[in-house]
T-cell receptor, first 113, second 114 residues
């Protein structure tokens, strides 16, 4: 069956460390992979998009990698801050850019001072 | 501030009642979407619209209907609510003229069917 897996357990890290979140998928060949941040009681907020022909994408303290052979994306937050605490969602676009997204359940990140 | 507005923010609804969740965007995005989010599950696509006048079914369309009379509005209707439709509903939009656009989400509607 087709599915997207994100670590369901919360990730707890110390402020200043690098947080690494994993997104694994099976039986998909997405054109794009996106990462969103979601705070409690709020809608998801877009962070980064990476295309199937890109290995890595960076934005400020964020870095995303995309390995279509392993069917895996890694999402890194460097120099993490307590304000980075949130749930991070991985989403695959299987519609060639029309944004009909398949989401993982998300990983909750807690950054402790 | 430009964005997506959903209404109501929350609602308790008796089973069997009809309900329309409203969604309006002011970004002139051509594509709009409705997702539901349940605990432990990822957001699941209910219906979408690539442009005004067209709609399509997503992953979990049963029990829901949508319309897209104009660019800005994309209401979601539950014709006869059932408890399994208890969820948080998110409306989203994107500019599909961009190659691989991000989706912008509303704040959500928390619906409880009793």
């Amino acid at each position: 069956s087709q599915k997207i897996e994100q670590n369901s357990e919360a990730l707890n890290i110390q402020e200043g460390k690098t947080a690494t979140l994993t997104c694994n998928y099976t039986n998909y060949s997405p054109a794009y992979l996106q990462w969103y941040r979601q705070d409690p009681g709020r809608g998801p907020v877009f962070l980064l998009l990476i295309r199937e022909n890109e290995k890595e994408k960076r934005k400020e303290r964020l870095k995303v990698t995309f390995d279509t052979t392993l069917k895996q994306s890694l999402f890194h937050i460097t120099a993490s801050q307590p304000a980075d605490s949130a749930t991070y969602l991985c989403a695959l676009d299987l519609s060639g850019g029309y944004n009909k997204l398949i989401f993982g359940a998300g990983t909750r990140l807690a950054v402790h001072p | 501030i430009a964005g997506i507005t959903q209404a109501p923010t929350s609602q308790i609804l008796a089973a069997g009642r009809r309900m329309t969740l409203r969604c309006t965007q002011d970004m002139r995005h051509n594509a709009m979407y409705w997702y539901r989010q349940d605990l432990g599950l990822g957001l699941r696509l209910i219906h979408y619209s690539n442009t005004a006048g067209t709609t399509g079914k997503g992953e979990v369309p049963d029990g829901y209907s949508v319309s897209r009379a104009n660019t800005d509005d994309f209401p979601l209707t539950l014709a006869s609510a059932v408890p399994s439709q208890t969820s948080v509903y998110f409306c989203a939009s994107s500019d599909s003229s961009i190659n691989g656009p991000p989706a912008f989400f509303g704040q959500g509607t928390r619906l409880t069917v009793v």
